[in-house]
């Protein structure tokens, strides 16, 4: 039998048809592996909107069996009918909370993957869990959060695990300038609040933090960075940026953007140090970086308004201050923008096409049990891809 070749996706959908239409790399990719995928069943956990429509609709093409979930509070409803519509098995809503995300998660392993496809280590912990599933070949991870998660416990998962994030490549393109632009213009959606001239506190200057910096600086925002590594440290001094201890940053912080990857990073003598007005964004995976329960006990009353993804809630504080938490500090570029650029993502989701397609095929015996980077001939044939189609535009 002749397997269907991935051009554009099936779906009827007009976001995920444009996203597809500028996506050459995943395209490519498609046409060339689409075999390997066929009677696969994937598991996958992965914001829903069209950029990974793409994905998930080619794997579906492809002959794959997709049990699919979203990651908290980022679903974007019409993808997901899309997809459905398709013949995706999709799990959960937008509205869901994160119990509910967890009942999700554990419908996803149910299904008994071949594969999974991760974003946080949600679907790779509940497997855990289990004891395993006998019919798991490997997974990949999409996160710097998540990969830091599975790093955390004590023993390694019996299985091979590609974390998309410790691409090279991927760190430059995606994480650097993808969510540096979205992260801000879902900022803008939110607030309307003007840029230049504001006191911007970045708080971690991994690649992400780093575009998030350089991008607000570049919109004429007075930018500062935190930084516990006095490597990265030095980086945002090079770059131009004030460099400090973050509880000195505070008092005169405006627009304080979260970006370590890391649990209560904002606690107790943090919120005592917040300026009266600040506003709180969210750029990491995981919406813990601000210590929710330490905020609640100094907060006397909350406002909320604001469209759908744009939340904004305001906190009078027992001392008369005010601060706004914006969409409860989810990824701000999913949740009021449109996520990562469209060209980005057609980056992040090929090197998770030809990592899937490394796992499914056996071709990389190099591969290990545990977490490991993409194989660097992947990550080396992608960047010369984009290099050739980037200089022939």
């Not at 855990?128 to 959060?145: C, D, F, K, N, V």
């Not at 649990?263 to 990491?284: H, M, S, W, Y």
Request: proline share 6%; glycine share 10%; with cysteine.
């Amino acid at each position: 039998m002749s397997l269907p070749s991935p051009a554009l996706p099936s779906l009827a959908h007009d976001g995920t048809l444009w996203a597809a239409s500028h996506m050459p790399l995943l395209m490519a990719t498609m046409r060339k592996q689409a075999s390997v995928f066929a009677g696969r069943r994937i598991g996958i956990c992965l914001h829903i909107e069209p950029k990974t429509a793409v994905l998930v609709s080619c794997l579906a093409q492809a002959g794959a069996d997709v049990v699919l979930t979203g990651s908290p509070g980022t679903t974007q409803e019409d993808t997901a009918d899309a997809l459905r519509d398709a013949g995706v098995t999709v799990v959960g809503h937008r509205s869901d909370t994160l119990d509910q995300h967890r009942e999700n998660i554990l419908q996803v392993i149910d299904a008994q993957p071949d594969l999974i496809l991760d974003n946080g280590a949600d679907l790779i912990e509940a497997v855990i869990s289990r004891g395993g599933l006998p019919s798991l070949i490997g997974a990949t991870e999409e996160t710097t959060t998540g990969g830091l998660r599975i790093r955390s416990w004590n023993t390694a998962p019996p299985f091979p695990i590609i974390v998309i994030n410790d691409s090279r490549l991927k760190l430059l393109v995606e994480n650097e300038f993808g969510v540096g632009q979205s992260v801000v213009q879902g900022f803008m959606n939110a607030t309307n609040l003007m840029l230049p001239g504001a006191h911007a506190t970045v708080v971690g200057y991994g690649p992400c933090g780093r575009g998030v910096a350089d991008t607000l600086a570049g919109l004429g925002a007075r930018v500062s960075v935190a930084d516990t590594d006095p490597y990265r440290a030095l980086e945002a001094v090079m770059a131009g940026h004030r460099v400090g201890d973050l509880l000195d940053l505070l008092p005169q912080t405006q627009l304080l953007f979260l970006a370590t990857g890391h649990p209560n990073v904002i606690g107790p003598a943090e919120i005592e140090n917040l300026r009266d007005g600040t506003i709180v964004a969210g750029v990491g995976h995981m919406p813990w970086e601000l210590d929710t329960q330490a905020l609640r006990e100094q907060t006397t009353s909350m406002h909320r308004s604001g469209a759908s993804g744009q939340e904004r809630a305001i906190h009078r504080l027992r001392d008369g201050r005010e601060i706004t938490i914006l969409a409860d500090t989810k990824m701000i570029n999913l949740t009021a923008a449109k996520g990562n650029p469209i060209q980005a993502m057609d980056l992040g989701l090929t090197l998770q096409a030809r990592s899937l397609a490394a796992l499914a095929g056996d071709d990389h015996p190099s591969l290990v049990n545990g977490t490991q980077p993409v194989p660097e001939p992947i990550d080396r044939q992608i960047a010369a891809d984009l290099v050739k189609t980037l200089t022939t535009l």
